[in-house]
């Protein structure tokens, strides 16, 4: 089974500079849950890797954060998918943690507790830890131009980040543009025919 890694603030969900504290602030972006569940009925299995350093601040609570990721589910169950995990990292930059993107621990969570493997897959961010987690696991790393995602390219371009020297960076204008390219890549079923 393939398999896609998500970030959640500014590509599932709108981003706030003030962090997403509670159910009441959280707003998926448009697409967004159809997306997932679309990838979902494909055969994907969904995995959500967020940097929640607001737990660590004391911005909100873990009930806070799991009745937001409880809503997502719901949300994604209904159109008939699956988000097959939720990892999330609640230390802040200056813990250096290794679960903190751009570390790689989400990701190591993730293929542990799913028994799955994240290695080549597409992993969607919108700023350059998500990117960097991505290259340096051995995902292909994907932008989206929502949450911070314009300015990452911006970064990208003004600061001449050579991160991608082979083009290997694919960009898009949300998580639908994502998952519209991504099933339009899987081989349609041979008929028995």
Known sequence: MNSIVLDRDGVINEDSKEFV?????????????????????????????????????????????????????????????????IFHCPHRPEDSCSCRKPGVGLLQAAERDLAISVRGAWFVGDSLTDLQSARTYGCIPVLVKTGNGLATLKSLHTQQIHSFPDNSLRVYDNLAGVARALLQEIPAPKSDR
């Open 21 to 85: 504290r509670g159910l009441n602030e959280w707003r998926p972006i448009p697409g967004s849950i159809q997306a997932i569940a679309d990838l979902s009925a494909a055969g994907f299995s969904v995995v959500v890797a967020t940097n929640q350093s607001g737990l660590g601040r004391g911005l909100f609570s873990l009930e806070d954060m799991q009745a937001i990721h409880r809503r997502l589910r719901q949300l994604v169950e209904a159109l008939g998918g699956e988000v097959k995990g």
